[in-house]
């Protein structure tokens, strides 16, 4: 054993000792050098620990990649670990290791460094291998080769992530750095004074036959008191949520799984069935719970039944008892009784899914990860617990995880994860001055240097990127490592006139494209990024489009302590302002649409030009792009394009878009600004002599439907949000009954009104079209024309 090697060893047994992780970098150029010395540091591990259970991370489509894994599997000899490719990195969730071997040769994918970072137990290691850094610095990984769109070329690709990712080593406790091709250590191992962790007893309540049994599979305290909080909802009446929030590492899924083997048995007894849902954003994210919840079941005395996609548990049977895992969605429309629902990583998930499934089920677990690889930050517990108190009627459970599962508390790996990735950024706090000074609309907007936002101001770089932590975006790893290092990204801020960030903006350069990336458009060929311009080119085909540069807005968000404030629209003014003057045509936006997101872009402007065919299977939400135009060539393309979007909509609300939200709908349909692209009415006389009958007589709404759609169509292709307006209510009533052909006490349910009012409101609103658009041409008495008393009351 080399005697660098042997000076490794205090260091690895201070971690032991302390049940804390080690990290051992190997830089150099050799490929074989590189693997042979992993092979050593990860002998020593092994003689020092007796650990057995390990991984070797790579990416198996370089050629060098898989050279260094043979040499590394050839020097272990009969020691055996797992080649795992980096696309597999999922599959660790869940899983407890002893070391992991990391080769960073050819990529630096944040999500897979977040995800491996956290599997690794107390006294284990981690080994990472690279090239030397100046070489590292001047190559591209796999990760930054999809970070390039046109027109930007791989030389114009940022190495700040690289950069940021180096420092943190050479800064991170815990860490020691060796160079193999100058056989000396960069950053010497350092034993760090720690003390001797000893075993905690668990306090476990006291509890009636094998659920003992269930209680002795919890590893930490904070598990023992989540199992028992979530088992007493069984006791609770009425409406109850319980919310259970930790870091990762925590061993959430494993406590909220055993609870759940509980609460099925206590429910069994009583009731004699049992029935559970999960959901998560996948199966995947859900397995440790169904997993940890079959082992449940088990040491109640269960034989449980077991269903699988894959390799993934999606239900659990056994004597009444009936877990079973759904997504999202397609639970809002599950129609059988079930007694409890858990949402596993729940931050993940948008407001409108949570908020749905709060007010239909009874019982509800929300359970999520505050920081880590899918975590949202503590603005998911700060908004969602803020709702959930504020509901009537209702008992709100709550706790969160502090303690370690599997390394113990102030884990020096995992503080070094953390900071790398910001994964525990937080916004400013915010006192009584700053609301102030938003009050007083002192604000400045900051278009910061690139390089120097990220490596000159960690502190302004936490508040940007702790905002987006807390607003309830998905957030991931890979994230901050686009912002760093995409040439196509910028980001820009409104701050407070002390400095402090209230509002952060990421935003996508878009179209500048050359005729060449244009024709092959038309043809079909879908470039990177450049998503605005594709669509406007794929279904409008306006070619020319994408000549124009603009930005798209990725994300944009206010501090959550000074939200409905107007800061949002602030920011959105002067980011179109710098783009008026930098010469752009367009500033633009996609999103998951709802109907609160829906009223922010239409209030500020944006015009829809594309809406999804289908749901997100996850979020239940369609996407929407939605575009500003600065220029005036800009500005005739999207006039034509919204025209365009606005015919096929209504077209289309009895087919694919069906189940679309009548709000969001009309907010679609009325957000356009030029009265003159409106659609003529052109009806057949006897088209018109039915529509009169059905207005003023006796005929029918079944055999007036072809005439009511083309007046209607006519109608919302001519209003805007300043024109002549029937009331909203009865412009919802239109798209659920006429245009999505829903039934009238299916219809009148989404209004909240009676279907006898409904029916007479389109009766009434039909008259008024009629003389909107011919004039009383009719000869009819204007007192018929206006609504009854009782019609006004209804609408």
Do not use: C
Request: cysteine-free.
């Amino acid at each position: 054993m080399s005697e660098w090697v042997k000076s490794l060893e205090d260091f690895i047994r201070s971690g032991v000792k302390a049940n804390h992780r080690r990290m051992v970098v190997l830089v150099g150029s050799s490929d074989d050098a590189v693997a042979e010395s992993a092979v050593e540091v990860v002998k020593l591990f092994l003689d020092i620990t007796g650990m057995g259970n390990g991984i070797y991370l790579y990416q198996p489509e370089y050629g060098d990649a898989r050279n260094r894994l043979r040499v590394f599997t050839d020097s272990m000899g009969n020691i055996r670990f797992k080649p795992i490719p980096f696309k597999d990195t999922k599959l660790l969730l869940g899983q407890t290791l002893d070391y992991a071997v990391v080769d960073l040769f050819n990529d630096l994918k944040p999500n897979d460094i977040g995800r491996v970072g956290s599997v690794v137990r107390g006294g284990g290691i981690y080994v990472l291998l690279m090239p030397p850094v100046d070489k590292w610095l001047n190559s591209i990984t796999k990760f930054q080769l999809k970070l390039i769109t046109p027109p930007h070329k791989p030389e114009e690709i940022r190495q700040y992530l690289k950069s940021r990712f180096w420092r943190s080593l050479i800064n991170g406790e815990g860490v020691s750095i060796y160079d193999t091709d100058e056989s000396r250590f960069i950053k010497p191992p350092q034993p760090i004074n720690v003390q001797e962790v000893s075993q905690t007893q668990l306090s476990i309540p006291s509890v009636k036959g094998k659920a003992i049994e269930v209680y002795k599979l919890a590893k930490t305290q904070d598990q023992v008191n989540v199992i028992s909080m979530l088992e007493g909802m069984v006791n609770e009446k009425g409406k109850v949520n319980a919310v259970i929030i930790a870091d990762r590492g925590r061993g959430k899924s494993a406590a909220v799984g055993l609870a759940v083997s509980l609460i099925g048995h206590r429910l069994r007894r009583r009731r004699g069935v049992a029935r559970i849902v999960v959901t998560a954003e996948s199966p995947d994210n859900a397995e440790t719970l169904m997993e940890f919840a079959k082992r449940g079941f088990e040491e109640l005395g269960y034989d449980v039944e077991v269903s699988r996609t894959g390799s993934n548990i999606v239900g659990l049977s056994t004597r009444g008892i009936y877990v079973d895992y759904y997504k999202p969605y397609p639970l809002m429309s599950l129609q059988r009784p079930i007694d409890l629902v858990v949402v596993d990583e729940a931050a993940m998930m948008p407001l409108p899914i949570l908020y749905g499934i709060h007010n239909r089920f009874t019982r509800v677990i929300y359970s999520t990860t505050i920081h880590g690889y899918e975590g949202a930050g503590r603005g998911f517990s700060v908004r969602f617990l803020k709702y959930l108190r504020g509901r009537r009627g209702i008992r709100v459970l709550e706790y969160e995880m502090t303690e370690p599962i599997r390394y113990a508390r102030d884990d020096p790996i995992e503080r070094w994860l953390f900071k790398t990735f910001l994964l525990d950024a937080e916004p400013a706090h915010i006192d009584e001055d700053d609301l102030k000074l938003v009050n007083e609309g002192k604000v400045k907007y900051i278009a910061p240097s690139i390089e120097e936002f990220f490596f000159k101001d960690e502190e302004a770089l936490r508040q940007f990127f702790g905002i987006y932590v807390q607003a309830h975006y998905r957030n991931e790893p890979d994230d901050l490592g686009m912002m760093m290092d995409a040439p196509h990204h910028i980001v820009r801020a409104l701050t407070l006139e002390n400095g402090k960030i209230v509002v952060s903006m990421e935003l996508a350069e878009e179209g500048g494209l050359d005729d060449e990336t244009i024709n092959n458009m038309v043809l079909g060929f879908k470039p990177p990024g450049n998503i605005i311009p594709d669509r406007m080119v794929k279904y409008w085909k306006i070619p020319e489009f994408a000549k124009l540069r603009g930005w798209r807005i990725v994300r944009i968000a206010t501090h959550p302590e000074l939200q409905d404030k107007g800061l949002g629209s602030t920011a959105l003014s002067m980011l179109e302002n710098e783009a008026k003057v930098r010469g752009l045509d367009w500033v633009g936006v996609g999103f998951g649409v709802n109907a609160q997101l829906l009223r922010f872009w239409v209030k500020n402007g944006y015009l829809p030009i594309h809406i999804s065919p289908e749901r997100n299977p996850v979020s239940g939400e369609y996407s929407v792009l939605m575009i500003k135009p600065i220029s005036d060539t800009a500005r005739e393309a999207v006039y034509y394009a919204n025209r365009e979007f606005r015919i096929r909509l209504l077209s289309s609300l009895s087919g694919p878009y069906v189940g679309l939200e009548p709000d969001v709908a009309l907010m679609l349909l009325t957000s356009s600004e030029p009265v003159a692209q409106s659609l003529e009415l052109n009806l057949t006389s006897g088209q018109l002599n039915r529509l009169i009958a059905y207005a003023w007589g006796p005929m029918t709404y079944e055999n007036t439907v072809d005439a009511l759609i083309e007046l209607f169509k006519a109608y919302f292709m001519r209003i805007t949000r300043a024109g002549f307006r029937i009331p909203e209510i009865m412009e919802k009533g239109i798209i659920a009954k006429v245009f999505q052909s829903k039934t009238w006490s299916a219809a009148a349910r989404e209004l909240g009104v009676k279907p006898t009012v409904l029916m007479l409101g389109l009766r009434a609103v039909s008259r008024v079209l009629l003389v909107y658009f011919y004039g009383n041409g009719f000869n009819i008495p204007i007192y018929m024309i206006q609504p009854s008393k009782r019609q006004k009351q209804a609408y």
